[in-house]
């Protein structure tokens, strides 16, 4: 028996199941928690599955994968629960009782700053929760059909910004190259990277514009105001990608950017190779990877700049950038 299979066997006797994603649920998280509930339905028996996630509201990039997710829901009380892509109980928000209240409770997530707030945890600090999820399908020799390594890749691609940060390794790129025989990698890749709205786009050009640079361009902090926010309208997925393309600027360490949610702040972070922002988030009550992590606030937004600056100010000047060979 490997070791999925000795923590999943006790899923065997549970008369309903629930699996939590993150506030505002990502693709990893989305397509993790689907692939999940059928393997659970299937492998054990098990009628009742439902997957719940709190939300301002879901793009239209998500469509495609949703199935029989439950936003924003009040839910019954289940017997077993499983927190999903989720480093820590206050990212599942309102659904924290939900996971608290099951009489045994699982986390599978792929965050080194992991609190393992279940009685069973399968935590590995890899490229993401899909990935995960497809070496537990492989232990149970389940097979997957097209759909699933079209999520699957999803998941890789998206939570690596298709491939270029994270906590990747070899056997990362042995996955996508298993997925690939299966999917439409031109259509995935598409759908997820160049779907942006006009919308998206306003935010960015807003962003570089309230951006600004410190140490010589190692360190940029940029913010986008709720009055800003306002006069778009925006919605949180009208952010994405944002902090993935401030972190192309040449020269730059540690990057910040802060946008509205709801009535706090959510905190955004990446770091190049060397630098920490994990750290920084955790401390925050965030939680994330060593080069890209994230928290939510309730101070104001230049208490943020202020709190943040600090932090990668005492990394910056404690680790100069060293040169990276690239050939």
Do not use: W
């Amino acid at each position: 028996m490997n070791k999925y299979e000795k923590i999943l066997n006790n899923i065997s006797d549970s008369t309903s199941v629930c699996i939590i994603g993150h506030v505002e649920p990502d693709t990893d998280a989305l397509c993790s928690a689907m692939v999940l509930r059928e393997f659970i339905m299937k492998q054990f028996g098990i009628k009742r599955v439902d997957i719940f996630a709190e939300c301002e509201s879901l793009s239209e990039i998500y469509l495609p994968i949703m199935e029989n997710i439950k936003l924003n829901k009040t839910p019954h009380r289940y017997h077993t629960a499983i927190m999903i892509d989720c480093p820590n109980l206050n990212r599942i928000g309102k659904y924290k009782e939900l996971f608290t209240n099951a009489k045994q409770t699982f986390v599978i997530d792929h965050h080194d700053t992991n609190n393992r707030d279940g009685d069973y945890n399968i935590v590995e600090n890899v490229s993401s929760t899909c990935e995960i999820v497809y070496k537990i399908l492989k232990a149970y020799g389940y097979p997957l059909s097209d759909k699933n390594y079209g999520k699957i890749y999803a998941g890789l691609i998206t939570d690596t910004n298709n491939f270029s940060v994270g906590a990747m390794t070899s056997n990362t790129f042995k996955i996508a190259s298993a997925c690939f025989d299966h999917i439409d990698q031109n259509a995935i890749y598409n759908h997820f990277f160049s779907n942006n709205t006009i919308r998206n786009m306003h935010l960015l050009a807003l962003a570089i514009d309230n951006m600004i640079t410190l140490e010589d361009g190692k360190i940029i902090l940029t913010q986008i105001t709720r009055e800003q926010a306002n006069l778009y309208k925006a919605k949180f997925d009208d952010y994405t990608g944002i902090i993935n393309r401030l972190a192309t600027i040449a020269g730059n360490c540690m990057v910040c950017f802060v946008q509205p949610k709801n009535d706090n702040y959510y905190v955004s972070m990446r770091a190049k190779r060397g630098f920490d922002v994990a750290v920084i988030a955790k401390k925050f009550g965030g939680g994330g990877h060593v080069g890209a992590a994230a928290y939510l606030s309730n101070k104001s937004i230049k208490e943020i700049e202020e709190e943040v600056l600090k932090e990668f100010l005492d990394q910056v000047h404690d680790k100069p950038l060293s040169h990276i060979k690239v050939f």
